[in-house]
């Protein structure tokens, strides 16, 4: 199968908002009146991103619900995508599979495949996604103040648990592996609780390299610190239910590391003032996301980890470092 009868037969689809989509040198978007483009790019390479025997269709998912997750993140309506993959051969099994994943989230998104490129070389799958904002309304890093709360969406760690296993390195028990394994291969972006909290939140950003290393991206923008509570924090990996006998695998550092520095959550990290906790709490259920209150932003700059005495917890936790070559996966 050559270059183009592969794009035809996986990739190829009619579009219904893009003006024009695969098949020209370039799709053409019409931009509505009034609204800002937000656009992101991710790239995922087997072996740093992901392991060789991942499931295809899992991966055809992850790919992009990567990128609608910076979306979210931005409080944008995902609107279309572009699609660079270089494949070592073709096949065809793992084609259909790959493609099936990727367009059925994007169908759930409304998101279309608009174009993009194919060429032989190791497996690399790198998508641009393309959405929607009113104009001034987009979610920032850098809009955090002094004295608002610290939320995040659904649940932490559960993806970094996975891959210890995988990795050898912790024993979990079967449902507990494949409950963990699904958060890190198949990731729910928070699309609908990005847009519902435009004009709540002072700030956001997707978890995708470790909670306390992204948090951090919003702190340094913003100018501010924070304080953390950890008895808060490692209560929302959700693997933990499975595991009530297995304790000893799961200890108090163990699940400190995952949930706070684990990385592949795909989750949303935000602020709002503490006038806006209803607004919140409104959004979140309005999306059908829990959000959970995990801190305050402080004027001191740094970020200061407690418990739920309030005394200190060092803060030894590294987030995921893309050219650290003792982090893969």
């Known amino acids: 199968m050559g270059e183009f009868d592969l794009i035809a037969r996986y990739f190829t689809r009619p579009v219904h908002r893009a ?40 991966l055809g998912h992850k790919a992009l619900a990567v990128n609608l997750s910076d979306l979210a993140a931005c409080g944008a309506r995902p609107l279309a995508f572009t699609l660079a993959l270089a494949l070592p051969r073709v096949d065809e099994a793992w084609l259909e599979a790959f493609s099936r994943g990727l367009l059925a989230l994007a169908d759930a998104h409304g998101c279309e495949l608009v174009g993009g490129d194919t060429t032989q070389g190791p497996l690399n799958i790198c998508i641009t996604v393309f959405g929607e904002v009113p104009a001034g309304q987009a979610l920032l ?11 995040v969406s659904g649940t932490l760690g559960d993806a970094r648990l996975a891959l210890e296993a995988l990795q050898g390195r912790i024993a979990l028990p079967p449902e507990a592996l494949t409950t963990a394994r699904l958060r890190l291969e198949q990731p729910s972006p928070r ?3 990005g847009q519902a909290l435009r004009g709540i939140a002072s700030s956001a950003l997707d978890v995708s390299d470790g909670l306390l290393g992204d948090l951090g991206h919003i702190l340094r923008a913003s100018g501010t610190g924070a304080c953390i509570d ?4 490692m ?11 297995d304790r000893g695998q799961l200890d108090t550092e163990m699940l400190h590391q995952c949930t706070l520095a684990g990385g592949d959550d795909y989750e949303l990290a935000f602020t709002a003032p503490v006038a806006r906790r209803a607004a919140v709490a409104a959004a979140a259920q309005a999306s059908g996301t829990p959000v959970t209150r995990i801190g305050r ?15 200190p917890v060092a803060n030894r936790y590294a987030s995921f470092d ?8």
């Open 235 to 245: 209560n929302l990996i959700a693997t933990s239910v499975y595991s009530i006998s």
């Open 141 to 151: 890093r850098s809009g955090a103040q002094p004295g608002d709360d610290i939320y």
């Open 322 to 329: 893309h050219f650290d070559p003792t982090h893969s996966g």
């Open 230 to 233: 950890t008895s808060i924090t």
């Open 191 to 193: 699309v609908t609780l």
């Open 297 to 311: 932003v402080e004027a001191e700059p740094g970020l200061r980890l407690v418990d739920a005495q309030g005394q």
């Open 19 to 58: 003006a024009l989509g695969v098949g020209d040198d370039c799709a053409l978007l019409t931009q509505a009146a009034g609204m800002q483009l937000a656009i992101s790019s991710d790239m995922l390479v087997e072996g740093r991103h992901f392991f060789a025997d991942v499931d295809p269709g899992r």
